[in-house]
């Protein structure tokens, strides 16, 4: 392909672990953006709330929160459940395999099953690239690693797993029946994995439901300024033209959801106490059946991230979610008598004036700190080293949740209007615009034509550099430099921070700055009032003659 296409693009859906990188040896241009959306997704999340949110999970619902346990759990039930064909045909091979030698004829059935399934069930990423010839290091490294973990409290695997290794892990090249194995295995396991983690695992585990994204880990809350400085300056240097996803069309739920959902990391407290008071107003809901606190609390969550949302697409969504997570219910499998007590039990929740009120008093304080948090992440979007890439209708807020409803249709007439409407506006007449969406696409409109303007700001060999703030409220901004001409500064975890930034402070590069939202300009240290006062976040950009 990259010889028919010698200079185009070429991007992979590839889904990443979180610690593992795409191959250097790729002739493309990046990834779709799931890496990118699992960085930036983590952002808007405090991770010294983590444990305070686990509790009132686990305390609440009675679910294990073991996320590796759960995932392994879940995709030995899939693999039986689903793949169970493939699985038999993989012991077909193997079992022939072995039966050429002396030394492995004896293997059994059984035991060799059992090894194909548990290596299929902890393999740590998505897939491997093992070719007839060749072995990369880093493919190997993996091989080992599972085959290690495989064999944790199985010895009676043992001869099994030195068998199956012997070619999974070897340097040197596969035979004819050994490549088939190989082949159909790597086929086998990112399916597995897929069905077991995003479709089954990212339902059931519910403890922040703004971490179950595709291509992120659910157990992993929040991320540290210089973890992310890292990746992005490894897109710099090395994927410079990869694609930047927040939203696409299997995101379980939109950008805009998940910035609101997270704030609960920055409300642990008022989170838990409202768990329990809505939970004892909507008992009656129940109808004197037995509660499924694990629905109710992905639920809240859900009315959270999405509000206002009508009781029709809301038990539309439940149903899915509770069809995914495969507990209680299934597709395949589907338990009237289940479903209907959620439908019941969300009747009953839309019919309480009383929760709505509660609700709506929960909600309210969030918005606007939700807002800011999409901005945020759509201005990093615009300006990170690598091409942003918009899902349709994430040009105003959007607060869509899964298929189908992620696929509605989008009012085009709309935002050209809107589009039309921006073009001459000022930050403080957009800023008295929020509901309508007008800020996002007014700063989206603004930042594009900055990079058509001066492309030498966003280009291949243009640098990323942090910028560490100074003072007490250091943690609570980001900002960085795209080349010389351009800095980007969004705050963060703006609802705990209720604009008391005190001393916190941005040491600028030499010469004098304008914020191309305000035309405010900027030099030395840029207090955070002068940064965010008329609008939200920031992009610098460098005066011309500025020494």
């Known amino acids: 392909l990259r010889q028919l296409l010698p200079k185009g693009r070429i991007y992979l859906e590839k889904i990443l672990d979180n610690e593992e990188r795409l191959r250097e040896d790729w002739p493309v241009d990046g990834t779709v953006g799931y890496d990118f959306l699992s960085k930036v997704n983590r952002l808007w999340m405090d991770d010294q709330k983590a444990d305070a949110l686990t509790s009132a999970y686990s305390d609440f619902t ?3 929160v073991n996320f590796p346990a759960l995932v392994r759990e879940k995709k030995r039930e899939i693999i039986e459940a689903i793949f169970d064909g493939d699985l038999e045909r993989l012991t077909d091979l ?19 099953r059992e090894a194909i399934k548990r290596l299929t069930t902890l393999l740590s990423v998505y897939r491997t690239y093992r070719t007839e010839a060749v072995l990369d290091e880093t493919d190997r490294r993996i ?111 939109s950008e805009d959801v998940r910035a609101r959902i997270s704030i609960l990391t920055e409300a642990s407290s008022r989170w838990g106490e409202a768990l329990h008071q809505w939970s004892r107003l909507n008992a009656p809901a129940w109808k004197n059946r037995a509660p499924d606190r694990h629905a109710e609390y992905l639920l809240y969550q859900t009315l959270i991230g999405a509000w206002p949302i009508d009781r029709d697409r809301c038990w539309q ?56 948090n999409s901005l945020a992440q759509t201005l990093i979007k615009l300006t990170a080293p690598g091409v942003p890439d918009f899902y349709q209708g994430t040009e105003l807020w959007d607060l869509s949740l899964v298929d189908p409803d992620n696929r509605r249709p989008v009012d085009f007439e709309r935002r050209r209007e809107l589009l039309h409407r921006c073009r001459a506006l000022s930050a403080a007449e957009v800023a008295a615009n929020w509901d309508s969406g007008l800020p996002k696409l007014w700063m989206i409109a603004r930042v594009l034509e900055l990079r058509r303007l001066q492309p030498q700001c966003f280009a291949r060999h243009s640098a990323y550099r942090p910028i560490v703030a100074q003072g007490a409220r250091v943690g ?27 001393d916190t402070r941005l040491p600028l590069p030499g010469g004098r700055w304008k914020n191309i939202f305000t035309a405010a300009t900027l030099a030395d240290d840029a207090a955070p009032a002068a940064l965010f006062g008329a609008f939200p976040v920031a992009l610098l950009v460098k005066e011309e003659g500025g020494a």
Not at 347 to 371: H, K, N, Q, T, Y
């Open 317 to 372: 969504y439940m149903l899915k979610a509770c069809r995914e997570a495969k507990i209680m219910t299934s597709w395949h499998e589907p338990n009237a008598g289940y479903e209907e007590s959620i439908r019941d039990f969300i009747d009953g929740v839309f019919a309480s004036p009383e929760f709505i009120a509660e609700l709506e008093r929960f909600v309210g304080p969030l918005i606007r700190p939700g807002r800011v």
């Open 62 to 64: 009675g679910h294990p």
């Open 143 to 253: 091989f080992n690693e599972t085959l290690a973990a495989a064999r944790v409290g199985a010895p009676e695997l043992d001869a099994a797993f030195d068998f199956l290794g012997a070619f999974l892990a070897s340097l040197h090249p596969a035979g004819r029946d050994e490549e088939n194995f190989i082949a159909r295995w790597q086929q086998l396991a990112p399916a597995v994995t897929a069905k077991g983690v995003e479709d089954t695992t990212f339902y059931c585990y519910d403890r922040l439901v703004s971490c179950n994204e595709v291509g992120a880990q659910a157990s992993l809350m929040g991320i540290s300024a210089g973890k992310f400085h890292e990746f992005c300056h490894h897109l710099a240097e090395r994927w410079p033209h990869t694609l930047l996803a927040t939203s696409t069309h299997d995101t379980k739920r």
């Open 94 to 112: 193997a079992q022939r395999l072995a039966r050429a030698s002396w030394r492995t004829r004896d293997l059994s059935r059984r035991h060799l």
């Open 476 to 502: 609570h901004l980001l900002a960085y430099q795209r080349g010389e001409c351009v800095i980007a500064v969004v705050p963060r975890f703006t609802f705990s921070l209720a604009g008391e930034w005190e």
